[in-house]
């Protein structure tokens, strides 16, 4: 159970540190048959070991947060025309700077003195501005803040949670609409 322990605490630091989910699911592969080999030492390099193992794998989607899933930036203007939420999960000094029209900012990082630290009032500022029920579009620059904000929240209840893959840097690449504002402005 030890092992089962570190597994998920690995699989939940691959989740909030990667960039690109394809990534995220061979990684979370190879971290899965790294637990098998340690907890079946029988398992290297023999057929029928992993055979015996694989009904535990099941599928990847085990390693998946419930709730969460990427969407493409084709994919994102169509969910704002019907009425989802743009959360830009960026610093408000990187929100000031760019976002898409009508973004939200709640920032789940946030910018002091020793670097970049988690807002310690993320989730219940999207508890008191979003409903948990409802799709919500997740954004930041490259795609792995909002998919450790997406991991986050999938765990306090938010139920349907698109994480734009490629981010804000995606958005632009794109040549979709911009707007900027005053830091703490929205």
């Not at 792995?144 to 804000?168: K, N, T, Y």
Request: aromatic share 6%.
């Amino acid at each position: 159970m030890a092992t089962a322990a570190r597994v998920f605490r690995s699989t939940r630091s691959l989740l909030t540190s990667l960039h690109a989910p394809q990534r995220l699911q061979n990684n979370a592969r190879s971290l899965y048959w790294t637990a098998q080999r340690h907890t079946h030492p029988h398992a290297h390099g023999h057929a029928h070991s992993r055979a015996h193992a694989q009904p535990h794998a099941q599928s990847h989607a085990q390693f998946e947060p419930h709730g969460v899933h990427t969407v493409s930036v084709e994919d994102v203007p169509e969910l704002l025309r019907q009425g989802r939420p743009y959360v830009d999960v960026r610093t408000p000094e990187e929100y000031a700077a760019g976002h898409p029209p009508g973004a939200a900012n709640v920032p789940y990082m946030l910018r002091t003195a020793r670097g970049m630290t988690k807002n310690s009032n993320f989730e219940r500022q999207m508890r008191e501005d979003f409903d948990p029920n409802n799709e919500i579009v997740l954004g930041c620059q490259s795609g792995s803040r909002s998919m450790a904000a997406a991991v986050d929240l999938s765990q306090q209840g938010f139920q349907d949670l698109a994480v734009l893959e490629g981010g804000f840097r995606a958005w632009v690449l794109a040549g979709l609409p911009v707007e900027t504002s005053r830091p703490g402005a929205q």
